[in-house]
């Protein structure tokens, strides 16, 4: 039934133009359009949208949205520490972190926040 339909990924902010300017500088997103109280980023084959709502921003204690890099993973993460971006330590994952970049094997993943607080995923998958 949706297997032919795309899909986007959804977050909630508090503030449209702190959130502009997060997704669009910090992550580096090209913007794709303003639709009302929600905003549009282009992110590989897919979208973003980042709506407003004061009431639900940041309270998921979930991933909101997860990148797979296929690129240069350590260059990512340093860029984004250079950025000011700082990284989620999740000790109870059982895997070896590093400047808070989780690794096992050859999988590395960080997770930071968005200034909303939700939850934003990158591995190099």
């Given at each position: 039934m949706f297997k032919d339909i795309s899909s986007s990924a959804i977050v909630a902010t508090s503030d449209l133009d702190r959130a502009r300017k997060f997704y669009g500088?910090?992550?580096?997103?090209e913007a794709d359009g303003d639709i009302g109280p929600a905003?549009?980023?282009k992110t590989g084959?897919?979208?973003l949208i980042v709506y407003e709502s004061a009431e639900?921003?940041?309270t998921s204690k979930a991933n909101?949205?997860?990148?797979?890099s296929t690129g240069d993973f350590d260059a990512l993460a340093d860029e984004l520490r250079g950025k000011g971006v700082?990284?989620?330590?999740?000790p109870g994952m059982g895997m070896r972190i590093q400047s808070g970049v989780h690794i096992q094997d050859d999988f590395k993943a960080i997770w930071f926040k968005d200034p909303?607080?939700?939850i934003l995923h990158l591995?190099?998958?």
């Amino acid at each position: 039934m949706f297997k032919d339909i795309s899909s986007s990924a959804i977050v909630a902010t508090s503030d449209l133009d702190r959130a502009r300017k997060f997704y669009g500088e910090t992550l580096g997103l090209e913007a794709d359009g303003d639709i009302g109280p929600a905003l549009t980023f282009k992110t590989g084959a897919t979208k973003l949208i980042v709506y407003e709502s004061a009431e639900n921003a940041g309270t998921s204690k979930a991933n909101a949205v997860v990148w797979g890099s296929t690129g240069d993973f350590d260059a990512l993460a340093d860029e984004l520490r250079g950025k000011g971006v700082t990284f989620e330590e999740y000790p109870g994952m059982g895997m070896r972190i590093q400047s808070g970049v989780h690794i096992q094997d050859d999988f590395k993943a960080i997770w930071f926040k968005d200034p909303d607080g939700n939850i934003l995923h990158l591995n190099n998958m």
